[in-house]
């Protein structure tokens, strides 16, 4: 197996395949990830366990955001792409093993330390679930130590897949999460019916193992070489420290305005509020991972190189390309969640625990999140650019000022006589969207690697194309039965379609240059490293 360094993607049509091979994965995961959420709304609905163990599962991904999550893999792909390009990959390879075994021994510790503060951070006005009763409380303390073993693991494996992002290689990876799923599930069908809430507990770590376990042969495939060593006077290490501690800062805000917050806040506003939060941020939460995440995943490593070589005309075709795909595609898919919500809940969760009364909690949190979709997914192309360019303080600014912004709108707008659990989620996107709005401006205004004009015709032809989507949804739902499926199937099918047709007629480049990166990336797959 060859060891040699892969050429990196200078070409649209490269980002398009490998976006699309991301997408696959990603969405292999969204759909196992929906059957997990199936048999775990049918186990535990929107009742107090669900929201204990929602509350819970907030501290280990904040500390898994602080230690390895997004932050390390901007900080560290950048720096490890350049030994890569050198063709150092001694360099390379005492840098991957220095931050695996740094972060190790700090996920360790920091997690032994949550472990013992958990009642504190449970139970105090400013923590998770202060306004839960005392056995739920009691519940959530349980389940944080429970799932901090999980972050440990997560924090290696998000390591190797940095790693293999950094060698254009976006295969295992995108399998991680679907075997995830698959840990989850067992746990959830196997464990919860003895012990109770525990056994999801139980079955997130052994999914965790599983990502782990599933990245380490591409590991091999590039022959990518561990050494126990530390090397904390490696000025390589130093750079990622530096590169990371803004990052770090900048998604813990974020995470901690999502997760903290949200748990905080609506532990007040009643049983079942918080894991109704929860599933409607997961359905919002789909789309965003297909195309934002999808898209920024794909085109980071490009922006990295071409950044490194200082190719501006490159660096403005492929951050212009992904926005106006960004735009392309959230905006459908954000109003497709707007009038068909309800159907998409009744048929993805309604039975068992999770009743009526839950759908309708669901849809009218998941009514807010829509503006989220769109920013969200913008902002996760925003950020990547600045990181590219190995500028990771710049968005930390920003997000003081936005993630102010978000408390400020939370806790006013979710008072009980405003909009509850609603408010939560308008805050996030109102925040997020002006978080992104600021971003593009001053990377405008630094690099110049925007094409604004053709950004914003795309996204007027964007909209028009939604509104004759909209109003054909409407039209057919007006006229259908009240059968969710039958709904989601024939009004979901025809608004597609209507997208499709006056996209294309309208002149959108995406409509056709997607398709046609996935059929050459099926005739060519080792073009984009499947």
């Known amino acids: 197996m060859s060891s040699q360094v892969q050429s990196p993607p200078t070409s649209s049509a490269r980002v398009a395949r490998s976006t699309l091979i991301v997408m696959g994965g990603l969405l292999a995961a969204l759909l196992t990830g929906l059957i997990r959420q199936r048999i775990i709304a049918a186990r535990f609905g929107t009742s107090a366990p669900m929201d204990a163990f929602i509350a819970a599962n907030g501290l280990p991904e904040l500390l898994f955001i602080m230690l390895a999550g997004g932050a ?7 720096i490890y792409t350049r030994f890569l390009t050198s063709e150092d990959r001694a360099g390379a390879d005492r840098l991957a093993s220095q931050i695996i075994n740094s972060i190790f021994i700090l996920a360790l510790f920091v ?22 009763p005392e056995p739920v409380q009691a519940l959530t303390v349980e389940l944080i130590r429970l799932l901090l073993f999980s972050t440990i693991i997560f924090a290696i494996s998000s390591i190797i897949t940095g790693v293999l992002h950094s060698h254009q290689y976006f295969v295992l990876p995108a399998l991680s999460p679907i075997v995830y799923n698959f840990g989850v599930i067992f ?3 196997v464990l919860t019916p003895t012990m109770g809430i525990h056994g999801l507990a139980w079955g997130a770590i052994f999914g965790a193992l599983l990502h782990l376990a599933v990245q380490i042969p591409g590991l091999f495939r590039f022959k990518v070489h561990w050494f126990p060593m530390l090397g904390w006077r490696n000025p390589a290490l130093h750079r990622v420290a530096i590169l990371m501690a803004p990052r770090v800062i900048d998604l813990m805000m974020a995470r901690a305005s999502i997760d903290w917050l949200n748990a905080n806040i609506a532990s007040g506003l009643g049983e079942g509020r918080l894991s109704s939060l929860r599933y409607a941020f997961q359905l919002m939460n789909m789309p965003w991972t297909l195309i934002g995440t999808a898209i920024g995943i794909a085109v980071f490593p490009t922006l990295a190189t071409l950044a490194a070589q ?3 005309k490159a660096q403005r075709n492929a951050l212009s390309g992904s926005l106006r795909a960004i735009l392309t595609l959230t905006l459908p898919a954000a109003v497709g969640l707007l009038l068909l919500g309800r159907p998409i809940i009744q048929v993805l969760f309604e039975g068992g625990e999770f009743t009526s009364e839950s759908t309708d909690l669901v849809f009218f949190a998941l009514r807010f999140y829509v503006l989220a979709l769109i920013s969200q997914s913008v902002l996760e192309v925003v950020v990547r650019a600045f990181a590219s360019r190995q500028d990771t303080l710049t968005p930390l600014l920003i997000s003081f000022l936005t993630t102010a912004l978000n408390i400020g709108l939370a806790i006013w707008l979710s008072r009980p006589e405003r909009l509850s659990i609603g408010g939560l989620a308008l805050a996030n996107g109102v925040a997020v969207g002006i978080e992104a709005l600021i971003g593009l401006t001053i990377i405008q205004r630094r690099w110049g690697i925007v094409r604004v004009r053709q950004v914003l015709l795309d996204l007027g032809r964007a909209a028009a194309s939604t509104f004759a989507m909209a109003l054909v949804i409407w039209i057919a739902l007006s006229l259908l039965p009240a059968i969710p499926w039958v709904q989601l199937i024939i009004a979901g099918g025809l608004g597609g379609l209507t997208y499709v047709l006056v996209a294309y007629a309208l002149g959108i480049q995406e409509i056709v240059s997607l398709p046609r990166a996935l059929l050459q990336g099926i005739a060519r797959p080792g073009a984009a490293q499947a």
């Open 111 to 132: 997690s032994a330390l949550a472990a013992l503060l958990a009642p504190t951070l449970v139970t105090a006005p400013w923590g998770l679930a202060p306004h839960f």
């Open 72 to 78: 390390l893999g901007f900080a560290f792909i950048p």
């Open 310 to 312: 200082n190719d501006i």
């Open 187 to 189: 746990g959830a069908l």
